[in-house]
Structures are given as C-alpha cells and as structure tokens.
C-alpha cells in the first residue's frame, strides 16, 4: 500500500476523535453557544466503543484476557454492540444478557455481530434471577475463562472517558467550555468526562440528565436510595433502577429530569432543524439543556457542550416512527404528525 494513502488496520483504529458540532437552529432562542459531541461518529455509532476497547485491552494488559476468552455484559444494546466489534477483531466470544426494553433491531445488530443475546424483562428488580444484572453474573459463573465487563461497577468505564471525552472537549472547545450536559445511564461518560475537564476548570458545571422513574436525581440529592421512585420508562440507556459504583455523584453539580414525550418530540426536531439523525437519548440531553436554558442557567459567555451518545438509526422502529409514537399517546398533547405525509403514486 502506497504510504500517502490514509488507511486503517482495523475498525478500531476510527474509535474516539469525534466531533464538535455547533447547534444553531434549535438553540437560537438561547443565551450561549451550544456544540454537541456527536458519538455516533464511532465506528460501532455509538460513545460505548470508547469503553469496550479501553476495558478490553486494559484486561489483555493485565493478562486477563487470553486468546479465545469469553466476554460477558448486561447491556440496553449499545454496549454490546461495541464489545461484539472489539470481539470480532480481538477474537473473543461474545455473551450478552440484554433487557426486553431493547428494540429487535438493535438484538440483531448484536447477533449479526456474532454475539450470543439472552433477552431479560425489563421490569424486575435488580436483584431478580431474572434481571440481566443476575443472568450475566451466573452465566460468568457458569463460562470457564469469561470476563465480566460489568458496566455499572467497573472505574474502568470512567477512566475510559477520562482518557479520551474529557481531553477531547477540552481541546475542541480551547478550554472554553462552561457547561457539561450529558446522559447518566451506568454515569461513565458523564463522570469520566466531568473529572478531566473540572481538573483542568473546577469552576465549570457538570449537568446530568436523567429520566423520570429512574433513582439518580434523589439519589444525587439526599444520598437515599428511594425504591419509591422506580417506574417503567421508555428511553433506553438513560436513568437507572440501582446506585452504580461507575457514577461520581460528587463530580456531578445537579440532575435534571425529562419526560419521554419531550425527549422523543427533540429528537425529532434535532434531524429537521439541525439535520442530526441522532438518538432518543441526544434528544433527551437536548430537551434538558432546553428546561435548563428556560430556567436562565446559561448567560451570553456560556459554552455549552452536550454529549450525543448515539445514532438515530437504531431507533426506527421508536422515536422515529409515527406508529410508536401514536400508539404512545405522544402525538395526542402536541396534536401533531411531524414527519412529512407519505405520498403513494400508482
Ligand atoms: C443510548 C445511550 N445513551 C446514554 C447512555 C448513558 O451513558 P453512560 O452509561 O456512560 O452513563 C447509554 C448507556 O447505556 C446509552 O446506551
């Protein structure tokens, strides 16, 4: 191969190094400059590459993984995705206990990537034998020479975004940036990211977004755990029903929660007003940085930096169909279709 022509070894190489993109459209009523990073740039499409190739290899460094390993992780889909890449390349076997919320589009994704899915209701508590939480755990057990990646409970995912997000952004906006907004789901990317860029400007603020039926907010706020606040939800990857050990809470300035239907409504707006086809959690972290912007968080110097983690073509079937959306009741308060009629020619 000649040596001026720009080519990769492998997939892995293109992890990491995604853009800043300027908002403009959905944000020109506000005060400030807002740039979201979009991670669906990753080669897997979503911010979950970055730690399924660091806590992959960081294993592999440690001698913990060996040539024909198996790799086990509970996952809403995009995690999985990302270790059944790494696996693919690396040559591992891939087991993932997955939740029943996932979409069949993203369990195929998964398998057409070689991996093994068992698919765990959704609705059960974390400590059910059922849970993926516990299906993962005894399927660890019970595979000889497997690694759990353990998501929720593993530092290892928030050194992952130490080491990349957080000096990515830093350099990207000049060390500019005032605000972080980004999804807590397992908090790696949120708490990674926040640790770098508050070492380098303590005095920056670190917002999380998180879902309504989910315990993080209170948590963050009273220290209690309070069961009472678990409900079913919608958006994937998003809130949580337990405490995970990989979210630093003390990192974190405050919590914000959005609702399903505006989180789903921005998502849509994000591919027409911006023409990012990103998904329902990019939306959710934008309706958050819409709530926080009515309440006058930001001023004429703020730089907002928004994480986007993920693609819009793994939610067709969601957000980005008029049938789910009508079967939600979503169109019912809005009292609109917002994709373009379908015309038929015969
Ligand atoms: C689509 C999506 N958005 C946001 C998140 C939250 O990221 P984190 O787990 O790093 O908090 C996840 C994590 O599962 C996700 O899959």
Redesign the pocket.
Known sequence: MKEDLQVYDNVLQLIGNTPLIKLNKITQEFKGEFFAKVEAFNPGH???DR?ALYIIEEAERKGILKPGNTIIET?????GFSIAMVSVIKGYECILAVSSKASNDKIDMLRTMGAKVYVCPAHVSADDPRSYYQVAKRLHSETKGSVYIN?YFNDL?IDA?FNSTGPEIWNQTEGKITHLI??????????GTARYLKQQNPDMKVIGIDAYGSVLKKYHETKEFDASEIYPYRI???GKNLI?S??DFEIIDRFVKVSDEDSAHTARELAKTEGLFV????G?ATQGLKQLAEEGEFDENSNVVVIF??HGS?YMGKVFSDDWMEEQGFFDTKNEIEAQPIEFIK
Request: glycine residues 16%; contains cysteine; aromatic residues 2%.
């Open positions: 979503s911010a979950k730690i996952t809403s889909g995009n995690t998501q995912n975004h980004a999804c807590s789901g397992t908090g790696g990317t949120i708490s994937e990857g998003l995970p990989a979210t998904g329902y959690t990019s959710a983690p993920d793994r």
